[in-house]
């Protein structure tokens, strides 16, 4: 059984910073490109970042470019989003993805509905 767990979040004043996790289990981490999206109530799921497998291949949505950070430890199935200067625009539920294919595409990771497994999400809140 596939789960995806985040945790990391809270609420944090503007121009704080967070660092989420996800941890994955009953699946093969290191073949698995992973991504971060992020809602609020009443939108569709908005993408926030993307990793290859290997970890060598990172992309972000124009919103969070030199903002957030991605990365992965294949070593302990564990992916991250290191997220600085938060603004009250970036509260939102964040979860972690997975998706199977072995290419990394932006045709396809900044698209929720191309991912296989999702977590539940963690709150983010940034107070003004």
């Known amino acids: 059984q596939v789960q995806l767990v985040e945790s990391g979040g809270g609420l944090v004043q503007t121009g704080g910073s967070l660092r989420l996790s996800c941890a994955a289990s009953g699946l093969t981490f290191s073949s698995y490109t992973m991504g971060w999206f992020r809602q609020t109530p009443g939108k569709e799921r908005e993408f926030v970042a993307a990793i290859s497998m290997s970890g060598s291949k990172t992309d972000y949505a124009d919103s969070v470019k030199g903002q957030f950070t991605i990365s992965r430890d294949n070593a302990k199935n564990t992916m991250y989003l290191q997220m600085n200067s938060l603004k009250p625009e970036d509260t939102a539920v964040y979860h972690c993805?997975?998706?199977?294919?072995?290419?990394?595409?932006?045709?396809?990771?900044?698209?929720?509905?191309?991912?296989?497994?999702w977590g539940q999400g963690t709150q983010v809140t940034v107070s003004s």
């Open positions: 993805a997975a998706d199977r294919r072995t290419y990394f595409s932006a045709t396809y990771y900044s698209r929720a509905v191309e991912y296989d497994y």
